[in-house]
C-alpha cells in the first residue's frame, strides 16, 4: 500500500469522524503535504522504518489553534493502535537523528501520533520562509530548495476548509523569469565544460572525463525539468522522476548511455546527442524564438559540440527589463545536490536571497 493511500483512508475512517463528534464546528485543513517519499509518491518497504505510515497534517486558523492540544489529547485516546495493519503509535522525535520518529506498535495506553497541527501561516513560514507566496519576489524563489517546492505541490489535500489550495496556488511553477534565468544557467553551466569530457579522454583522464559527462548529464535532466514545468526533486529521487517525466525516451536513453559508456568516443557521441536532443525539447518549448544549431567541431578540434552559450545567450536575452537581468547565471544551491545542507535549510534563505540580490546590484 502506498502511504498517500494509506493516510487518505485514515483521516477519513478515524480522524475525521472524531473531529466531526468532538469538535462540529471547527473549520479545518488537512492533508499529506510537505516532506516524506510518501508525498511524492516514491515510497517503498524501505521507506516504512521511519516517518512513514498512517499520519496527516492538520491546518487550523489562528483563532483555533489554540484548540491543538485538546484535539491531541482526544486523538490519543481514540486513535486505535493500528490501521490497516501498520502502528498508529511513534516514538518520540530522536534529538540525535533530526527528530525522526519511527513506529512503534503499543498494544496498551495512550497513542502517540505522526499527526501535525499547524496554521498554515506557521507551516508556510517553516516550508519555504513566507507565509504569502503571492508576495516572493524573484530573489527570493531563488532561495527556495527546489524539492520543498516539489514536496508543496505534490501534496494531497483530504479536507480544505481554509482555502489552502488558493495559497499554494502561487507555488505551481516558477514565475517566468526566474524559469528564464534557470534555463539560461543550466545551458551556461553546460557551455563551460562541452569540451572537457571528450579533453580529458584525450589526455588519458578517463575519471575526469567521467565526471564531466555526469555534470553535464545532470544540467541535460534538470533542463528537461524546467521545459515541463516540473520540480525537480533532490537527488534520491532525481533519476527516477526523470524516468517518469515526459520527455521524449530517446532523450532519456542517451543520457543513460552516456553516464555508461565504457570509452571517450562512445561517452561524446552518446552526450552530444543527448545535448542536442534537449535543443530540440528547448525548440519547442516557446521560451525563446528557435535556436539554430548543430553538431560541430569545438573552434576546429577533434571534439563535437552543440555550442550550448547560444541557447544560454538566447534565453538571458528574455531576461531584459527583469530583476534578474545581468545576474551571473549560476542556477541555485539546490541543484547541487551536497550543498542540502543550506540550500535546504529554510533559515538561511533570506541570507541566499540576498546574495542573489547583490550580484543584481553590480
Same mark, same amino acid.
Given at each position: 500500500?502506498?502511504?498517500?493511500?494509506?493516510?487518505?483512508?485514515?483521516?477519513?475512517?478515524?480522524a475525521?469522524?472524531?473531529?466531526d463528534?468532538y469538535?462540529?464546528e471547527?473549520?479545518y485543513?488537512?492533508?499529506l503535504?510537505?516532506?516524506?517519499?510518501?508525498?511524492l509518491g516514491y515510497d517503498d518497504?524501505?521507506?516504512r522504518?521511519?516517518?512513514?505510515g498512517?499520519?496527516?497534517?492538520?491546518?487550523?486558523?489562528?483563532?483555533?489553534?489554540?484548540?491543538?492540544?485538546?484535539?491531541l489529547?482526544i486523538?490519543?485516546?481514540?486513535?486505535?493502535?493500528? $490501521?490497516?495493519?501498520?502502528? %498508529?503509535?511513534f516514538?518520540?522525535?530522536?534529538?540525535?537523528?533530526?527528530?525522526?520518529r519511527r513506529?512503534?506498535?503499543?498494544?496498551?495506553?495512550?497513542?502517540?501520533?505522526?499527526?501535525?497541527?499547524?496554521?498554515?501561516?506557521?507551516f508556510?513560514e517553516?516550508?519555504?520562509?513566507?507565509?504569502?507566496?503571492?508576495?516572493?519576489?524573484?530573489?527570493d524563489?531563488?532561495?527556495?530548495?527546489?524539492?520543498?517546492?516539489?514536496?508543496l505541490?505534490s501534496?494531497t489535500?483530504? %479536507?480544505d476548509?481554509?482555502?489552502?489550495?488558493?495559497?499554494?496556488?502561487?507555488?505551481r $511553477?516558477y514565475?517566468?523569469?526566474?524559469?528564464a534565468y534557470?534555463?539560461?544557467?543550466?545551458w551556461?553551466?553546460?557551455?563551460s565544460?562541452?569540451?572537457f569530457?571528450?579533453?580529458?579522454g584525450?589526455?588519458?583522464?578517463?575519471?575526469?572525463?567521467?565526471l564531466?559527462?555526469?555534470?553535464?548529464?545532470?544540467?541535460?535532466m534538470?533542463?528537461?525539468?524546467?521545459?515541463r514545468?516540473?520540480?525537480?526533486?533532490?537527488?534520491?529521487?532525481?533519476?527516477?522522476?526523470l524516468?517518469?517525466?515526459?520527455?521524449?525516451s530517446?532523450?532519456?536513453?542517451?543520457?543513460r548511455?552516456?553516464?555508461?559508456?565504457?570509452?571517450?568516443?562512445?561517452r561524446?557521441?552518446?552526450?552530444?546527442?543527448?545535448?542536442?536532443?534537449?535543443?530540440?525539447?528547448?525548440?519547442q518549448?516557446? %521560451?525563446t524564438e528557435p535556436?539554430?544549431?548543430?553538431?560541430?567541431?569545438y573552434?576546429?578540434?577533434?571534439?563535437?559540440?552543440?555550442?550550448?552559450?547560444?541557447?544560454?545567450?538566447?534565453?538571458a536575452?528574455t531576461?531584459?527589463?527583469t530583476?534578474?537581468?545581468?545576474?551571473p547565471?549560476?542556477?541555485?544551491?539546490?541543484?547541487?545536490?551536497?550543498?542540502?545542507?543550506?540550500?535546504?535549510?529554510?533559515?538561511?534563505s533570506?541570507?541566499i536571497?540576498a546574495?542573489?540580490?547583490?550580484?543584481?546590484?553590480?
Open positions: 500500500m502506498k502511504g498517500m493511500e494509506l493516510c487518505r483512508g485514515f483521516f477519513f475512517d478515524i475525521k469522524p472524531l473531529l463528534r469538535f462540529p471547527l473549520r485543513t488537512a492533508g503535504i510537505g516532506y516524506g517519499s510518501d508525498v518497504e524501505v521507506s522504518d521511519h516517518m512513514w498512517p499520519r496527516f497534517y492538520l491546518f487550523l486558523s489562528p483563532e483555533d489553534i489554540s484548540r491543538k492540544g485538546d484535539i489529547e486523538f490519543s485516546e481514540h486513535f486505535p493502535y493500528q $490501521y490497516q495493519g501498520f502502528s %498508529v503509535n516514538t518520540q522525535p530522536d534529538p540525535q537523528d533530526n527528530g525522526v513506529p512503534a506498535l503499543i498494544a496498551s495506553g495512550r497513542v502517540d501520533p505522526l499527526v501535525f497541527i499547524e496554521t498554515i501561516d506557521g508556510l517553516d516550508e519555504i520562509g513566507a507565509a504569502s507566496p503571492s508576495a516572493l519576489d524573484p530573489f524563489w531563488l532561495a527556495i530548495s527546489e524539492h520543498r517546492l516539489l514536496s505541490v501534496g489535500l483530504f %479536507v476548509k481554509l482555502g489552502m489550495a488558493e495559497r499554494l496556488a502561487p507555488l $511553477y514565475p517566468r523569469e526566474v524559469k534557470l534555463i539560461a544557467s543550466n551556461d553551466i553546460i557551455a565544460e562541452q569540451a569530457a571528450k579533453r580529458c584525450a589526455l588519458g583522464d578517463e575519471a575526469g572525463s567521467r564531466v559527462c555526469a555534470r553535464i548529464a545532470d544540467r541535460l534538470r533542463l528537461c525539468f524546467l521545459y514545468e516540473t520540480y525537480a526533486p533532490y537527488s534520491k529521487w532525481f533519476g527516477t522522476a524516468e517518469r517525466l515526459d520527455v521524449d530517446e532523450l532519456k536513453r542517451r543520457v548511455l552516456a553516464l555508461e559508456a565504457p570509452d571517450v568516443e562512445s561524446e557521441e552518446h552526450l552530444v546527442q543527448a545535448q542536442a536532443l534537449t535543443a530540440d525539447l528547448h525548440n518549448s516557446g %521560451v535556436v539554430a544549431y548543430r553538431i560541430e567541431p573552434f576546429g578540434r577533434d571534439i563535437r559540440v552543440i555550442f550550448a552559450e547560444k541557447f544560454a545567450e538566447k534565453t536575452e531576461l531584459q527589463g530583476p534578474l537581468e545581468g545576474v547565471l549560476i542556477g541555485t544551491l539546490s541543484q547541487i545536490g551536497n550543498l542540502s545542507a543550506v540550500a535546504d535549510e529554510v533559515r538561511y533570506r541570507h536571497a546574495f542573489y540580490r547583490g550580484l543584481s546590484a553590480r
